[in-house]
């Protein structure tokens, strides 16, 4: 299993690995989970090999190598890349390769990173299991029978699964961080403008942000560092100085750092009691390392999810209209007769390819997206929401004036059975309760594991930073994961 | 207005003009804007809307904005933004245009116009907004062979546009086309667009209605926007059109603005009619919402400043100053005005050489521009230069030339790289002492004696003949000169 990065990176200059026999190990370990795992829509394992082969001929002739050499990186399917399909896990999609690729990926190239393969994901990112993927979903590595999370579900899977040692996740109200607490990975949203989000394809523009995935706070920074940063193609990127991740990883000592408790977050009902123990127990850990705990309160916090669930379909219903089978994607080729004669064939041939090829997770956002922008309900929905919106980052201006990052649950249960909820959108939508703040806010969350519940399911924490302070998320997960041992439990062996 | 055997009605028009702005790039990517480009070369994955393409403003749009804005006195709000309106139609490939709904780049302007019959009283038009908005691509559909497949090219999609919307001041037809020239010229004058109806980088929707007088009460009919409309002259003539057609209904029907939704007519060049092209405007809801891949705008007010402070002269500012300047007519200032800044330097160079501005504006109105005509030539091509053309007029008027020489030296001016000096050499022109003229118009006189007695009997014409025969035997004799000398002679005999 290869379950970290910078042991990858290790053996390759030790001389005790190449980076086509860590590749090989890598697509030989997807050849044997992907069957029960389903953590990906798209591997190249010749792709893959002649990368890596270019990376090992760089370091025999010792040419510079970049931060990622040889290191093998799964890419979320919504992540535009120009030699592979991407999909969004849509029939929509199914056939679509862009021409371009994403900036992170780009970036990923540059590092000398081996892009392995797409993962799986819920269609165009709109769900918290991925079960509504196109693709069939993804299963729990900890438990089969039950969900990865989502929308990254595949992206967290595929690291859980020891497949490769990091993965791109994109997060919109919580889709890195609660798939990573469901798979016992570590998970990171960025602050909002931080990565580009060039080649990205839109699900809410103003809320999408990508992230790093792997095993440990360290693996994750050094995936940070190689996307974040400014780039003129993205309007909303940050033009910030991107910090020197790893050098915040230097200490473990927590003293003067001042952690505030969500009480919000602990008293709401349906929050499982292992979930609420997990914090309760990291608490005692921060507090240990020296940070000092305080209680405090996101007045708003209730007005999260009904305001994500305003604006996330708003700009959704929107960003989805080029899917209309004109230009590329799928196009419906058999019109019906009655609606040909109706519509006109042009508006049937929309009609019927939307129909087609979007599935009902999606469908259901666009409706409710076009609703709440229309005449005479956009004051009521949209404009309201942004008004809240704004409340929302008040409540976080106002806690991060007293304290320097927020502690709290990822999500009110662990992994839940397959199934179980995908029926039931109020009840999939209410996944994302504690996660959508820092969406809304634009600031960065970080997903730590967290131990296990009762049934062996992984647990996790997330903590919450000012904009721009992911530095301060890695020094403290970095200090929670000096003194506990979550990040290197590994579910049992399963697949081959 | 009064149409024949009719009520009296009143004309209201209010026009929405999109200027396609004259960057050299699209509004949201760096694709050329050139036009005529073979189709979906100017293309990439923002203007085609590929998933997970993002815009990136041109800031050049927006200089060209305030620019025009400021040429039509609009304000220019510290805080502008982008929206997108949302409808589906194959040239349009993200689904959504981006436009400008609440907050428009230009607010709340004005145009002055003024008619040939009455140039000292202007009419003020007002300008309700001008926003900025990408354009969409063109769908050709082919119907041709049974085929009805329709082809389409995005290489137009994404070009910036200005959308310039009136008040609806307008009173007849020859108001909107003079509103249409005085912002044509505004536009071109300052580098804002081309404004060439035929390329499309100027088009124009005009929302007519009549106001109609019944005995001292008001009755309105129901307003059409008309499109399609491909020149100046069809915008007149479409307007016409639609006011006769409107009346025609109102007394056919007698339907008002109340009882029926604005519709949409197309203007049918050849036919010279406007037809139903929608029935009712559905209430469209574009359902408008702030675009969350870009930014909200700040314009400080010196950006706002340094735009207007290197605006230069409006033309109408410039009409005024080179009458009063040069000496010349509006009518002549005008001419030289529309026809551009290089024309307008050209001439202004040249007529400060030749310290006569008439016969500059004069000369360029006729021998220059037909030249440029006929050879399809703009000003920065010509062969003779300003300073030439007023070394040239300055000896006319210092009498060194008649203007029939002149001309000559002009065509050798075109053909060759010679100064005015060296031209009237070759052409070996020299100026004929008034006592050679003498001696010859005494020979000729001589010669024919009839001259004489005609022109006693009172046919001065007669002279005409010797005039013809002196040029021959000296061709640098002047004609006017030999006409008085043969005169003088004949009336001493």
């Not at chain 1, 086509?20 to 893959?48: G, K, M, P, Y």
């Not at chain 1, 009521?380 to 919106?389: I, S």
């Not at chain 2, 009839?450 to 005409?464: E, F, N, R, T």
Request: proline share 5%; hydrophobic share 35%.
């Amino acid at each position: 299993m290869l379950d970290s990065a910078q042991e990858v990176l290790q053996l390759q200059s030790r001389g005790e690995a190449t980076a086509v026999e860590i590749t090989t190990s890598a697509i030989d370990r997807i050849d044997a989970t992907q069957e029960s795992i389903n953590a990906f829509t798209h591997v190249d394992r010749e792709l893959a090999l002649s990368t890596a082969e270019a990376v090992d001929k760089k370091r025999r002739n010792a040419e510079p190598l970049g931060p990622l050499a040889g290191v093998p990186v799964a890419v979320k399917d919504v992540l535009c890349t120009r030699d592979m399909p991407t999909t969004c896990s849509s029939n929509m999609l199914r056939n679509f390769r862009p021409p371009y690729d994403a900036s992170v990926v780009e970036k990923l190239r540059e590092a000398d990173a081996i892009i392995i393969g797409k993962t799986n994901m819920d269609e165009f990112a709109m769900g918290a299991s991925t079960e509504t993927s196109a693709f069939g979903n993804t299963r729990n590595p900890w438990d089969l029978s039950r969900t990865p999370g989502g929308s990254s579900g595949g992206a967290t899977a595929c690291v859980a699964a020891g497949t490769v040692p990091l993965s791109l996740g994109t997060d919109t109200g919580g889709s890195i961080r609660q798939p990573a607490g469901f798979c016992g990975v570590t998970g990171l949203k960025p602050t909002y403008g931080r990565v580009s989000r060039y080649g990205l394809v839109a699900f809410a523009s103003s809320l999408d942000q990508v992230g790093p995935i792997g095993w440990s706070v360290q693996d994750v920074a050094l995936l940070l560092q190689s996307i974040a940063g400014y780039e003129p193609r993205d309007s909303t990127s940050l033009n910030h100085a991107v910090p020197d991740y790893q050098s915040a990883l230097q200490s473990s000592d927590l003293r003067g750092m001042k952690i505030g408790v969500l009480r919000e977050a602990l008293d709401v009902d349906g929050v499982d009691e292992a979930v609420r123990q997990a914090v309760l127990s990291s608490i005692d850990v921060f507090r240990q390392a020296g940070a000092e705990i305080i209680e405090v309160s996101l007045p708003h916090s209730k007005y999260w999810v009904p305001t994500y669930y305003v604006i996330a379909p708003s700009e959704a219903s929107s960003n989805l209209s080029r899917y209309d089978g004109a230009h590329y994607g799928h196009r419906a080729t058999t019109l019906d007769p009655e609606k040909a004669e109706s519509l006109g064939p042009l508006v049937a041939t929309y009609c019927q390819s939307r129909a087609e090829g979007f599935g009902a997770e999606v469908k259901r956002r666009i409706m409710v997206g076009t609703y709440a922008l229309s005449e005479g309900y956009a004051d009521q929905y949209y404009n309201q929401a942004l008004k809240a919106r704004r409340l929302i980052k008040g409540d976080y201006d106002a806690a991060f004036s007293q304290v320097d990052l927020l502690l709290g649950p990822v999500s009110p249960t662990p992994a839940f059975p397959l199934g179980e909820k995908v029926d039931d959108p109020l009840q999939m939508y209410l996944c994302d309760l504690f996660t959508v703040g820092a969406n809304l806010a634009g600031i960065p969350a970080i997903s730590l594991p967290a131990g296990k519940d009762a049934q062996g399911l992984p647990l996790a924490i997330q903590l919450q930073a000012p904009a721009l302070e992911e530095t301060r998320l890695l020094f403290a997960g970095a200090a929670y994961q000096a003194t506990t041992d979550f990040h290197k439990l590994r579910p049992d062996t399963f697949g081959s | 207005m009064t149409l024949s055997d009719g009520y009296p009605t009143e004309t209201i028009i209010g026009l929405e003009v999109h200027v396609q702005l004259r960057t050299q790039t699209k509004l949201f990517c760096s694709c050329s804007t050139r036009f005529g480009a073979p189709p979906n070369t100017q293309v990439c994955p923002v203007c085609l809307g590929l998933p997970g393409a993002l815009p990136v403003m041109n800031e050049h749009a927006i200089d060209l904005a305030i620019r025009a804005g400021l040429a039509i006195d609009c304000s220019i709000p510290p805080m502008t933004k982008w929206d997108r309106k949302q409808y589906f139609y194959p040239d349009l490939p993200k689904g959504y245009q981006i436009s400008q709904f609440d907050l428009p780049i230009c607010a709340d302007g004005f145009l002055d116009i003024t008619n040939e019959a009455e140039p000292e009283t202007p009419r003020r038009i007002g300008i309700i907004r001008a926003h900025l908005e990408e354009d969409a691509g063109k769908s050709m559909h082919d119907e041709a062979a049974g085929r009805n497949d329709s082809r389409i090219d995005l290489n137009r999609c994404g070009t910036p546009l200005l959308e310039i919307v009136s008040h609806p001041d307008l009173r007849s037809a020859k108001e909107a086309k003079e509103y249409l020239s005085e912002l044509k010229l505004r536009m071109t004058h300052l580098g804002v667009s081309d404004c060439e109806m035929q390329e499309g980088s100027l088009r124009v929707d005009a929302n007519v209605n009549l106001h109609i007088d019944v005995d001292g009460k008001k009755i309105a009919t129901p307003i059409a926007e008309i499109k399609n409309m491909n020149s100046f002259r069809a915008v007149e003539h479409a307007i016409e059109h639609e006011v006769d057609r409107q009346y025609d209904v109102w007394e056919e029907t007698g339907k008002t603005i109340k009882d029926e939704a604005k519709t949409t007519r197309g203007w049918d060049d050849t036919k010279g009619k406007t037809f139903l092209q929608r029935e009712k405007e559905e209430s469209a809801d574009y359902r408008y919402f702030p675009d969350p891949d870009l930014l909200p705008i700040r314009i400080p007010q010196d950006r706002v400043d340094e735009a207007k402070a290197n605006l230069g002269e409006l033309p109408a500012e410039l009409c005024q100053r080179l009458q009063t300047q040069y000496g010349i007519k509006l009518y002549d200032a005008n001419v030289i005005v529309n026809q551009g800044r290089e024309l307008i330097e050209y001439f202004e160079t040249a007529a400060t050489k030749s310290g006569d501005g008439k016969r500059t504006s004069s000369w360029i109105q006729q021998d220059v521009m037909r030249t440029l005509n006929e050879n399809q030539l703009g000003i920065e091509d010509f062969a003779v230069s300003a300073a030439q053309l007023g070394d040239l007029l300055e000896r006319v008027s210092r009498g060194d030339l008649d203007n029939a020489r002149a001309r000559d030296v002009f065509s050798h001016l075109l053909k060759t790289d010679h100064s005015v000096e060296d031209a009237i050499k070759s052409l070996g022109i020299e100026s004929v002492d008034s006592g050679d003229i003498e001696v010859l118009c005494r020979e000729l006189l001589d010669a024919n004696p009839q001259v004489i007695d005609d022109v006693k009997s009172g046919k001065q014409q007669a002279v005409g003949a010797l005039i013809g025969q002196a040029k021959k035997k000296n061709a640098n004799a002047n004609p006017k000169q030999v006409r008085e000398t043969l005169l003088q002679l004949i009336a001493q005999s």
